[in-house]
């Protein structure tokens, strides 16, 4: 419509000036009157162009705040159907001191991790299919750009994990050991979707130090393309109830890991989401 607008403007521009001309060489009119007229047409024109460029702006703008409401509306639409998705897999399952799993709970489809401390228990090192998988491929992908990362413990059986927990209370106290250690049925190990990590520089153990190696900061940043998130991180204590653990990932599929990488969630807070 502006185009059309503006054609016939110049048209009409191009006939006035045409016909002064005219007039002029008949001496019907001097130089310094047409000059005057044609900076009259100048003046209109641009008016003109102004009122164009101000009714264009505003048919611009309107479709583009609309597109950014559906933009936001088909991304919550998308997140929405990403959590139905991964909740059907059973990969959104919260296990923390408000929940609880049965004694008996064991995942069906436990499969044996590749890349593990050799010096630890060898029950531990089973995660479901889908999660050792997945593992084994941000093991090698560290590998390719020269980390060494191994499993140190996944899986844990109920029993396995009341060895520990009667184990902490006894040295560290019960007060203590709630801050840094899961009751038996209370541990996400039990799902076969956790694992705890470590590496040469820290000696294979499990430490805070992690989090400030060449390993640590490389998981820190690239874990959510496997789909796995750092479970526990710092400062958020009263929320998952347990110290950071830098160490300690937990396997949610590539796409809500991306979601709570990206928002710096937790686990808790990102379920809480409508």
Not at 77 to 103: F, S, T, Y
Not at 109 to 118: G, K, N, T, V, W
């Amino acid at each position: 419509m502006a185009d059309v607008r503006r054609l016939i403007i110049l048209i009409l521009c191009a006939l006035l000036i045409f016909e002064s001309i005219i007039l002029l060489n008949a001496g019907f009119f001097d130089k310094d009157v047409l000059d005057r007229i044609n900076e009259g047409y100048k003046n209109y024109y641009n008016s003109q162009s102004d009122d164009e460029t101000i009714e264009e702006n505003i048919e611009t703008n309107e479709p583009v705040e609309e597109e950014e409401d559906n933009n936001i509306d088909h991304e919550d639409e998308r997140d929405k159907l990403d959590r139905l998705e991964a909740e059907e897999r059973g990969l959104l399952i919260l296990v923390n001191k408000q929940n609880h799993l049965d004694p008996d709970y064991k995942p069906d489809d436990l499969e044996p991790i590749r890349y593990f401390a050799s010096d630890r228990s060898s029950a531990t090192r089973y995660m479901r299919a889908e999660a050792a998988e997945q593992f084994h491929k941000l093991v090698e992908a560290a590998r390719e750009e020269g980390y060494e990362i191994v499993m140190t413990t996944a899986y844990r059986s109920y029993g396995f994990q009341k060895i520990l927990w009667d184990n902490y209370v006894a040295r560290e106290g019960e007060e203590a050991a709630n801050r840094f250690s899961a009751r038996p049925g209370q541990s996400e190990h039990q799902t076969g979707l956790a694992v705890d990590i470590s590496a040469p520089s820290v000696n294979y153990a499990l430490t805070e130090d992690f989090a400030n190696t060449d390993e640590g900061k490389w998981v820190a940043e690239n874990a959510h393309k496997f789909g796995f998130i750092i479970r526990f991180p710092k400062e958020k204590e009263h929320i998952t109830g347990y110290l950071y653990e830098p160490w300690h990932l937990r396997y949610v599929g590539e796409k809500v890991a991306t979601r709570i990488y990206e928002q710096g969630l937790t686990l808790e807070e990102y379920l809480e989401t409508p």
